[in-house]
């Protein structure tokens, strides 16, 4: 894993070691080891089914809920493994928090929208404090200004941009230490998407961030670090199928691998 | 009483629970500097404070009611067994009526009504005043201890690092795994319960007499006309398959033609402006209860059909038809002499054979089968048409669109094409229908006959299993008796038929359904 | 050139009289489609006007308006004052001279006998009863002696008074018409057909007593059915691992849907009463028979309910850290319970019209009283439209068996038309 490498001065807050992931006898993971950056965002671009999605629900195991999923390797968030025993995924999910790629605010006030997560993780003492949490939250999500007049209305009827922050304001509601993003403004228009990109840059300054993403400009605008994945069956000599990981401007300026520059001036067109 | 008492103090100690597990969880962790962790949440607790309150609930409630509902469900059975157990041999060979007697008197005597009736039954009343000593005051003294314990234990183990969400999820998961295993709790009582008195009733009367008796009469009053012994009826089911049959096969010649032929103009044919009157039609139809049907049938449509049987009388006594219904008629009278002359080559009796028939007269009673027959394919009509609808919406639109393409006309479409292709699944509908129709039981109550005539002449009366069960079941259900045990016999039966009947249509329609998927 | 098709075939006259025979076919096919409609149409029009043509008479009924004077030397002729006494009393015959004054007929005698006759059949049990209750009434029975407690009705020995008696069998009495142009017979709604409980006198039939005993068995089927029917369907739908037992429950629950109602009448007998030695006749074993009919399409409408509710809230809820229980309370279930409301209700508008396996339980009406709780004997609407039927040469008991049928469809339409509405409301909003 010669590619990969972080700066000295990176902080790293998960560490994978040899990761695979399969769906019953399908791998969609092969052998990926990578070093995530604390308060940074961490971009994995790569074509369509190369297991983007599947790696990044690995992280907070999302996975653990679909029949047939199996990981293999190591984990750690902080140091602990996230797949030892006893590890209880509601504790780590509050730890890492999940946005999804389509907006989808559950169907009841935007305040209860918010407020879900502290109340099943039991973050307040008073209605007051949580109250508190909901401004806040939807604050760092940029959104309070739009919606403080109408906290009781349902969060179905914002438009798509709205309901996407929404949701991240309901991530960060329970104070998490990672977000991980899953194309989050891939079902959004370009000044939504904007303000996603915007929100994603503000937030990276407390929350590790880690974003699924297939547009090439996206991830040279918000990420500091970039992986490209590439599906497995891979050829012979490819032990793993994160093929390049590294700082963005060098993984799209210099690659390394010959894949990885043809995906990236590919879609430069 | 005590009983109201105990309920009352359980419901009372489970909020207790529930309220004190949530203050205790909470108060182990004061004081210590609350961090939230890979293990713990902002309370320092391995999960929030509610589902430690839930557990201490679940575990105070749970056990004793569950332990007190099985008690309600053995103790009369254990009643009984201790009364089996204790009676003196004397006893035990006495007949049936004089030992219900004694069960009744030990019974009365352990409660304290009666005096105790002789010494050698002491033990017997001894035991069961023992046992209701028991459920009265000792169970509730035992599940007391045992809430005691459990609240403590409870209690105790209310640690800041115990898993309660778990506890409590486990909890849950059990009760809502019970609450699907009703079904199946179901299912094994209907098969025992049938079983259990249909053993009973073969013990008494020959499963061979039962399945190919010709003569069905439970009764007294008419067995004894026959020349019975007055302690036994006559369970022949012969009749009853012939009438059940007989009507099934009236009510699906009106249900198949008319429900198939409306599902096939309604999906095919029909503007909106006609499916918006149709489709009410057959939900109206479909959610009639069935009494109404019922009373229908015997009060207005029994009438009417009687009437028209009339009618065919006098139009077969034309001059002209006259000839050609008696030949018809005498045709069939040769046919069932000829059965009955090859049936007596096997035994020794001497055969009545039929009269010729000479006038043409078509009778009918009260009860006419083919009126009962009709109205009951009546209620079945929408449920044929949406199993059909649902079949022939299953035949891909390329079939459809290949036949119109060639230049068929709609009607050549549907007969030669979507139908033969939607045969299967309308065929397993069908025996779905057949299968309620079998089932069904306030139609033939009313407006078939109780006296089971062995006959298959539309016009005559004829009787069901269904209305024979009701009539063995209505009054007084004297569950040790033949004829409430042979209505559980004819239950068995019916179980039976409906159940191959259904699995065979589901399996039809199942194929059905993948060869187009 | 070789001749392919014979030139015959090519005649358009030929082909013509083809497409028109093939034309005369499908519209042949067609109306057979039409006649098959209009004749299911014809069957309910014909069982909706024989329900309401006779349901309707049944609402109504004939009253006579008389002057009874409560002659103390008929009911108490010795003056013990005793209502014991008084109760024993055929109050029917004080209505007797005052009609046969009006009518002009001897009061004695063998001529006017049969006359005499006639006019009696005019008055039924129920009649004597609504005189007797004026002057002494029963108001439940002494726990030690179990004697009953009577207690005066208000009206003293010796009052005249106006009271308005059910008639019956109008349609066929000599007598009704002189008394109608006399102006004694009127007709009236039937008003004892909605407060009245079940009677042997169909001048007094009431359904109130079938009506709170439908409410009671759907209350108990509602409480026993719905909690485990939406827990199993949760189970089955969400937490149920994939195994042989989990396929055992399903095939389970599919045949229980088919399984007749009649053989869940016959469990329930045996089960309930024989078994556990549950009440018979009461709305606790009805309405659990009936929760045995329920469940299996609750769990059906549940589940399919449960399946529709989109993945996207399970999802998110997982990705805020909730387990999926908690996912399943507060998300999924909310979302699917209009859904699984409307399949309840259809269930119960079923069981509402269920009547086999309530009679192999003893609810056949034989108590008179309404039933305060669900642990009395009581009729259920269906059963009382059996019941009122058994005598099937009594017009009146028929019509009144069809004034039940009203009132059960009514309830029907009811209950329909609020699970349609429901269904169209959430349909609406999604
Ligand atoms: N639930 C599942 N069950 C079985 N196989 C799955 C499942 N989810 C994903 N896969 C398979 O795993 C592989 C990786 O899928 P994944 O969704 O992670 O790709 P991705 O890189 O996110 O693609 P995209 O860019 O289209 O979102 C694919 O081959 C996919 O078919
Ligand atoms: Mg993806």
Request: charged share 15%; aromatic share 10%.
């Amino acid at each position: 894993m010669s590619e990969i490498m972080l700066g000295s001065d990176d902080e790293i807050r998960i560490s994978c070691k040899g990761v695979n992931v399969a769906y019953w006898d399908n791998l969609a993971i092969k052998n990926v080891s990578m070093d995530i950056p604390s308060k940074q965002v961490t971009a994995f671009i790569g074509p369509s089914g190369c297991g983007k999605s599947t790696f990044l629900r690995t992280l907070n195991r999302m996975n653990d809920t679909i029949d047939g999923c199996r990981v293999t390797g190591e984990i750690k968030l902080d140091g602990s493994d996230i797949y030892a025993r006893g590890m209880d995924t509601v504790f780590l999910r509050q730890w890492v928090g999940m946005v999804f790629q389509k907006p989808n605010p559950f169907p009841k006030s935007i305040y209860e929208n918010v407020a879900y997560g502290p109340r099943i993780h039991g973050l307040f003492h008073t209605k007051a404090e949580l109250d508190d949490i909901v401004e806040q939250a939807l604050h760092g999500a940029g959104l309070w200004d739009e919606v403080k007049d109408r906290l009781r209305d349902p969060g179905t009827g914002l438009s798509g941009g709205q309901q996407q922050r929404l949701c991240i304001a309901r991530a960060i509601a329970v104070n998490p230490e990672v977000i991980l993003m899953d194309e989050p403004a891939s079902a959004l228009d370009p000044i939504a998407t904007r303000k996603i990109e915007e929100l994603i840059h503000t937030l990276a300054q407390n929350y590790t961030i880690v974003i699924v993403t297939h547009s090439m400009a996206q991830a040279q605008r918000v990420a500091d670090k970039t992986a490209f994945f590439y599906a497995v069956p891979l050829t012979e000599d490819d032990d793993s199928n994160l093929i390049e990981f590294g700082d963005t401007k060098q993984v799209f300026e210099s690659p390394i691998d010959e894949r990885t520059r043809q995906y990236v001036e590919g879609a430069f067109g | 009483m005590l009983l109201t008492l105990f309920l009352a103090v359980l419901l009372a100690l489970t909020l207790v629970g529930y309220f004190l597990g949530q203050k205790r969880a909470l108060g182990a962790v004061r004081g210590d500097q609350a961090k939230r962790s890979f293990t713990t949440n902002n309370f320092g607790l391995a999960a929030l404070p509610v589902f430690y309150g839930q557990r201490l609930a679940y575990l105070v409630f749970l056990p004793p009611f569950l332990l007190l509902l099985l008690w309600w469900l053995v103790e009369p059975r254990l009643a009984s067994f201790l009364i089996d157990w204790n009676l003196p041999e004397a006893v035990r060979q006495a007949s049936r009526g004089e030992q219900v007697g004694i069960i009744n008197a030990i019974r009365e005597a352990a409660a304290g009504r009666a005096a105790l009736p002789s010494t050698d039954l002491k033990a017997a009343v001894d035991a069961l005043s023992a046992l209701s000593w028991f459920s009265s005051v000792g169970l509730y003294l035992l599940l007391s201890g045992l809430i005691v314990l459990l609240f403590a234990l409870g209690l105790a183990s209310s640690k800041p690092g115990f898993k309660a969400r778990h506890a409590v999820e486990t909890w849950n998961r059990w009760v809502m795994f019970g609450a699907a295993s009703v079904a199946i709790l179901i299912t094994v009582g209907i098969v025992l319960s049938l079983l259990f008195q249909a053993l009973s009733f073969f013990q008494a009367y020959s499963w061979f007499d039962f399945l190919t008796g010709t003569r069905w009469s439970p009764g007294g009053a008419f067995q004894r006309g026959y020349g019975e012994e007055a302690t036994g009826g006559v369970f022949g089911v012969v009749p009853l398959m012939t009438g059940t049959l007989l009507i099934v096969v009236i009510a699906m010649s009106v249900a198949v033609p008319v429900g198939l032929l409306s599902a096939i103009y309604l999906g095919e044919y029909a503007s909106n402006r006609v499916r918006v009157f149709a489709k009410p039609l057959m939900e109206i139809l479909a959610g009639i209860p069935t009494v109404v049907y019922g009373l229908f049938a015997a009060l207005t449509f029994t009438p009417w059909v009687a009437s028209f049987v009339d009618g065919l009388s006098a139009v077969l006594n034309w001059p002209v038809l006259r000839p050609i219904a008696l030949f018809v008629a005498n045709v069939f009278v040769a046919l069932g002499n000829g059965f009955i002359w090859l049936g007596n080559l096997f035994s020794a009796s001497s055969p009545t054979y039929f009269a010729w028939v000479e006038t043409i007269v078509l009778e009918t009673g009260s009860d006419i089968a083919l009126a009962a027959g009709v109205v009951m394919g009546t209620m079945i009509i929408p449920f044929v048409a949406s199993l059909s609808d649902d079949a022939i919406q299953a035949v891909p639109n390329s079939l459809r669109e290949g036949a119109i393409g060639m230049g068929s006309t709609r009607a050549e479409m549907m007969i030669r094409v979507v139908l033969p292709a939607a045969l299967p699944g309308i065929a397993g509908g069908i025996l779905l229908a057949v299968s309620r129709a079998i089932g069904e039981t306030m139609i033939v109550v009313m407006a078939a006959g109780s006296f089971a005539y062995l006959t298959l002449n539309p016009f005559g009366s004829v009787s069901t299993f269904t209305v024979q069960i009701n009539s063995l079941l209505t009054g007084d259900l004297d569950f040790g008796g033949t004829k409430v045990q042979a209505a559980f016999a004819i239950g068995i039966f019916l179980f039976l038929i409906t159940l191959v009947l259904n699995t065979l249509a589901l399996a039809i329609v199942r194929r059905f359904r993948e060869e187009y998927d | 050139m070789v001749q392919i098709i014979d030139p015959k075939y090519k005649v358009a006259d030929y082909q013509a009289q083809v497409m028109r025979r093939r034309r005369a076919k499908s519209r042949r096919f067609q109306a057979m489609g039409i006649a098959a409609l209009a004749a299911a149409g014809l069957m309910l029009a014909a069982l909706l006007s024989s329900i309401f043509y006779n349901g309707v008479q049944g609402l109504f009924e004939e009253r006579m308006t008389v002057e009874v004077t409560f002659d103390p030397a008929k009911i108490d002729p010795k003056g013990t004052g005793d209502l014991a006494v008084m109760r024993k009393f055929n109050f029917d015959t004080l209505v007797y001279p005052v009609l046969y004054e009006a009518l002009d007929i001897k009061v004695k005698g063998r001529s006017d006998r049969d006359k005499r006759r006639k006019v009696k059949q005019l008055i039924g049990l129920g009649a004597s009863n609504q005189l007797r209750t004026m002057i002494v009434q029963e108001v439940g029975r002494d726990p030690v002696s179990d004697e009953p407690v009577l207690v005066s009705g208000g009206t003293q020995l010796g009052d005249t008074v106006t009271v308005e008696l059910t008639a019956l069998s109008t349609a066929s009495n000599p007598y009704a018409q002189p008394l109608r142009d006399l102006g004694i017979l009127k007709t009236r709604f039937n008003g004892d057909f909605f407060t009245g409980v079940n009677s042997n006198d169909p001048g007094y039939y009431g359904i109130l007593d079938a009506l709170v005993g439908s409410f009671w068995t759907l209350l108990v089927c509602f409480l026993a059915s719905f909690p485990v029917a939406v827990l199993a369907a949760v189970y089955l739908e969400e937490f149920a691992p994939r195994n042989a037992i989990t396929d055992f429950i399903e095939v389970n629950i599919n045949n229980l849907a088919a399984v007749p109602s009649i053989v869940f009448g016959l469990m329930g007998a045996f089960v309930f009463i024989y078994v556990f030695g549950m009440p018979g006749g009461t709305a606790l074993v009805g309405g659990l028979v009936l929760s045995l009919l329920t469940l299996p399409t609750i769990i059906v409408a549940a589940r399919a309910a449960i399946r529709s509710v989109p993945g996207s809230f399970r999802e998110a809820a997982l990705g805020l850290g909730a387990s999926r229980q908690q996912a399943m309370w507060s998300f999924v279930l909310p979302y699917a319970m209009p859904g699984i409301i409307t399949g309840t209700i259809i269930g119960l508008a079923g069981a509402l019209g269920e009547t086999a396996p309530l009679l192999f339980i003893g609810m056949v009406g034989f108590q008179s009283g309404v039933p305060a709780t669900p642990l009395e004997g009581t009729p259920s609407l269906a059963v009382g439209i059996y019941n009122a039927f058994g005598s099937q040469f009594d017009e009146l008991k028929n019509q009144l068996s069809n004034s039940t049928i009203i009132v059960l469809l009514f309830l029907l339409m009811l209950l329909n038309g609020t699970a349609a509405y429901l269904r169209y409301r959430s349909e609406k909003s999604k």
